[in-house]
């Protein structure tokens, strides 16, 4: 399994939405705190990103910005313009601009891609946790040439819709939350300087052995001793190391991930507790309901209920 890609499973709830806008300067947008994360693209013209702590982030044609926890921010022509709240609708997607709104200013055109994706932070997995409050990805030639052209189709169908759109929109939404997150890592693993926690967990061969393999498999009754010789260490190398970098031993990150999935499944699908606890590693119903109440503090059928 993807270990990305899991990671982002993990804590999607609900379909990600999006909006292309046209501003006309001076103008101010506030986005306020909210369970999600969010993204923004300049395709045209310039903006500064205003973050709830730190200095305005000036963007570029091309520059996206991805904004993983939720705190809040400001969107600008400029960081001295006043801020106007973005009310979004009840299912967290924008209005429709009258154009009025979009007309309001006299000065230069900006156009944006604006999103967001709804996360469960209760069970936030560590590789996003560890993100910095502004991922900004400049654009730049030959850099991150998947991204640009996950941008350049999203965009597209902004702007023009045709039918299927929906589907394709859901579908290109999350085909660039990996981009955004794998340009982070790449560079990350290349910049200067040395990579710590989960970018370099992921780019570390025996810790990223261990993880595909406790990803692929949560129900085999993994030890540190298998885990390590997949890896290629001694087993004492390998749980320092591993522990290092992922910030949990070995046994613990597999508990952990296995109530992860176990709730995951739980609140996305109907199978039966039997199967869930099969899944994850245990023997017996009841052995895995106590596992999981220790975990999350309710019975996993009650959590179902409440999921529902």
């Known amino acids: ?22 501003k006309y300067a001076p103008w101010g947008l506030e986005f306020e705190p909210s369970a999600g994360a969010g993204f923004h693209v300049v395709l045209q013209g310039s903006a500064w990103l205003i973050p709830r ?82 991922v900004h990805l400049p654009a730049r030639i030959g ?61 570390d061969p025996a810790v990223t052995a261990a993880l595909h393999a406790i990803h692929e498999d949560p129900s085999r009754p993994w030890t540190v001793e298998q885990l390590a010789l997949g890896a290629g260490q001694s087993r004492a190398t ?15 990150y597999l508990t952990w991930w296995r109530m992860t999935t176990a709730g995951r499944l739980l609140r996305e699908s109907d199978t039966p507790l039997r199967l869930v606890a099969q899944h994850t590693g245990y023997t017996s119903e009841f052995a895995f309901a106590k596992a999981f109440k220790r975990e999350y503090g309710v019975a996993p059928g009650q959590y179902r209920k409440q999921a529902s």
């Not at 190391?241 to 992922?246: C, D, N, R, W, Y």
């Open 1 to 22: 399994m993807d270990v990305l890609s899991d990671a982002i499973a993990a804590m999607r709830a609900g379909r990600p939405h999006s909006s292309r806008q046209a």
């Open 53 to 134: 702590e730190g200095q305005p982030v000036a963007l570029g044609p091309g520059d996206v910005v991805f904004l993983a926890h939720g705190r809040g921010h400001g969107l600008a022509s400029d960081p001295g313009v006043p801020l106007e709240e973005v009310r979004l609708r009840e299912d967290g997607t924008w209005p429709e601009p009258t154009p009025a709104a979009e007309h309001s200013g006299e000065g230069p055109a900006t156009v944006l891609l604006c999103g967001a994706y709804q996360l469960n932070r209760a069970r936030a997995h560590p590789l996003l946790s560890e993100l910095p409050e502004v």
């Open 143 to 203: 850099a991150h040439r998947s991204l640009r052209t996950a941008v350049e189709l999203l965009g597209t169908e902004l702007e023009d819709p045709q039918p299927g759109s929906d589907t394709i929109l859901t579908s290109l939404l999350d085909t660039l939350l990996l981009y955004m997150l794998r340009a982070w890592w790449q560079r990350e693993r290349h910049g200067s300087g040395h990579p710590t926690g989960w970018s370099a967990a992921l780019a």
């Open 238 to 252: 390998f749980a320092r190391h591993f522990t290092a970098l992922v910030g949990r031993p070995p046994l613990a």
